[in-house]
């Protein structure tokens, strides 16, 4: 299917010539028109069983954060401390570098660095990452202070799971500015690629060093990115974690 038909996102209720001619998707099967049975006035139903292609995901454009913690537990371990990490439970495959870190609350996981890092592996307090850190997603690495981290349990979209997570950080340890960073970040991984998307709702005064590591050698996939109030970022992987492209200014449209 090279032109999916996105009803998830277009509530449709009437005609809509601008949608007809393309494929549609239901319960695995190809259809160029709405199949008999089914009338323009039922699409919202119809709509929880459409498996939309992979490349829809990714939308160009900024989307607010959702920084609500309504239904999350709260990190243990990170709230106000410096140099700490807590474990993110994950019950899905997540891979990172061709390893799988699935755990519940321990090590090999993933885990926060409350120096604004996703780390994998074995938890690190370290402040600054070089690229023999540790493997790790630096999302503005430099001395900061976590307020709080909340994070989900496995919440899923058709095929792709994902966990969603609420930063609240401050720009520096010793700045007494608590939540000036507040991020929405959410881990996903579909049938076919492994997000990790970023909503940044305030972002502090130091941009820090944004970049992947291996545990070995920096990846460089950001290339030069200065954070922004209300923009949003996705890093999106193949299947073993490796390969990783920026996007910026994208969200995931789920």
């Known amino acids: 299917m090279s032109n999916p038909f996105q009803i998830y996102y277009v509530p449709y209720d009437t005609q809509r010539p601008e949608y007809e001619n393309q494929d549609i998707q239901i319960n695995f099967q190809t259809y160029s028109s709405l199949p008999i049975g ?3 006035n039922q699409q919202i139903q119809i709509a929880r069983n459409i498996v939309i292609t992979e490349d829809t995901f990714l939308t160009q454009g900024n989307i607010a954060a959702n920084m609500s913690i309504t239904g999350l537990t709260l990190m243990t371990g990170v709230s106000g401390q410096d140099d700490s990490f807590g474990y993110i439970p994950t019950a899905f495959t997540f891979k990172f570098f061709g390893t799988n870190y699935t755990n519940s609350s321990n090590a090999p996981g993933i885990y926060w660095n409350t120096n604004n890092v996703i780390g994998f592996g074995t938890g690190i307090g370290t402040i600054s990452w070089a690229a023999n850190t540790g493997q790790g ?27 969603n997570t609420v930063l609240r950080a401050q ?7 608590p939540n000036a960073i507040s991020m929405q970040i959410r881990l996903a991984r579909s049938p076919n ?3 990790v998307e970023v909503r940044m709702s ?4 130091l941009n ?8 070995v050698a920096f990846q460089n996939t950001y290339g030069s990115f200065t954070w922004a109030n209300g923009s949003s970022i996705v890093l999106r992987s193949d299947l073993e974690g490796s390969n990783w492209t920026f996007y910026n200014n994208y969200y995931l449209n789920f």
């Open 208 to 215: 820090g060093n944004w970049n992947i590591t291996n545990g």
């Open 137 to 163: 997603i630096l999302l503005g690495n430099t001395d900061r202070r976590t307020n709080s981290y909340n994070y989900s349990g496995t919440l899923t979209f058709g095929q792709t799971s994902y966990i």
């Open 38 to 40: 089914y009338t323009p």
């Open 202 to 205: 305030t972002v502090g005064a």
């Open 171 to 177: 720009n520096i340890y010793n700045d007494n500015v």
């Open 193 to 195: 690629y492994q997000y």
